[in-house]
């Protein structure tokens, strides 16, 4: 019986994630626009926000080398810090060598609490992979690794688009970053102002500024 309610479980996972990779594909069939539809200049324009979202500390945070010691920035203050409790994520990004992230950040869809409730997400709780180090670098920096393959998860304009929607489709960081708990900041605009921009940025070229 045991056997058999794990095998339900595990089937109930794969086919939500499923059903969650179909929704987000869906979504950014419709997202994606035509390459060469938006100027250079407009491109630029939509990277200036992308730019304001993807080094706010909400989203920073962590994004940090591979010393893999994360940032937090508390609520009621406005500029992030080395993260409280000596906590460090190790070389799995998720803190299992000494104390796991899911210690503080449960896995969970319910709306986050208001500080000092830890914010959670709809998946496990981790940093993010090594290669994509944004805390501390420039916007510049973070562009020309944003469009790169190589230091993207090895995908294109489109994939980034198609990133946002499947991990909002599980509830993830990205869209939460909106809604972490009353008490905390937020980056500008909002989720779907992102997505858009995204897109646009994509259609131009991904054009980086000088």
């Known amino acids: 019986m045991t056997r058999y309610?794990?095998?339900?479980?595990?089937?109930?996972?794969a086919i939500a994630a499923l059903t969650g990779i179909v929704?987000?594909?869906?979504?950014?069939?419709k997202d994606v626009l035509p390459p060469g539809s938006v100027s250079r200049a407009?491109?630029?324009?939509?990277?200036?926000?992308?730019?304001?979202?993807?080094?706010?500390?909400?989203?920073?945070?962590?994004?940090?080398?591979?010393?893999?010691?994360?940032?937090?920035?508390p609520a009621g203050e406005a500029k992030p810090r080395v993260h409280g409790m000596n906590i460090h994520g190790g070389a799995s990004r998720?803190?299992?060598?000494?104390?796991?992230?899911?210690?503080?950040?449960?896995?969970s869809t319910q709306a986050n609490e208001p500080a000092p409730s830890p914010p959670r997400a709809g998946i496990d709780w981790q940093l993010a992979p090594v290669?994509?180090?944004?805390?501390?670098?420039?916007?510049?920096e973070i562009c020309a690794q944003l469009k790169d393959p190589k230091r993207n998860g090895g995908r294109d304009a489109?994939?980034?688009?198609?990133?946002?929607?499947?991990d909002a489709s599980l509830n993830g960081f990205i869209p939460r970053g909106w809604a972490p708990?009353?008490?905390?900041?937020t980056p500008p605009g909002t989720f779907e102002d992102h997505v858009k921009d995204m897109a646009m940025w994509g259609a131009a070229g991904q054009p980086c500024p000088n």
């Open 5 to 13: 309610l794990i095998a339900v479980v595990f089937a109930a996972t």
């Open 94 to 107: 998720i803190g299992a060598e000494a104390i796991p992230c899911s210690t503080c950040h449960m896995t």
């Open 181 to 185: 708990g009353a008490g905390r900041s």
């Open 42 to 73: 407009e491109g630029l324009e939509a990277w200036k926000r992308i730019e304001a979202v993807v080094t706010h500390p909400r989203c920073a945070n962590c994004h940090v080398d591979a010393k893999a010691i994360p940032i937090w920035t």
């Open 23 to 29: 929704a987000a594909r869906d979504e950014t069939a």
């Open 131 to 140: 290669a994509f180090i944004w805390f501390g670098k420039s916007g510049a």
């Open 158 to 166: 489109a994939g980034l688009v198609d990133h946002l929607r499947h």
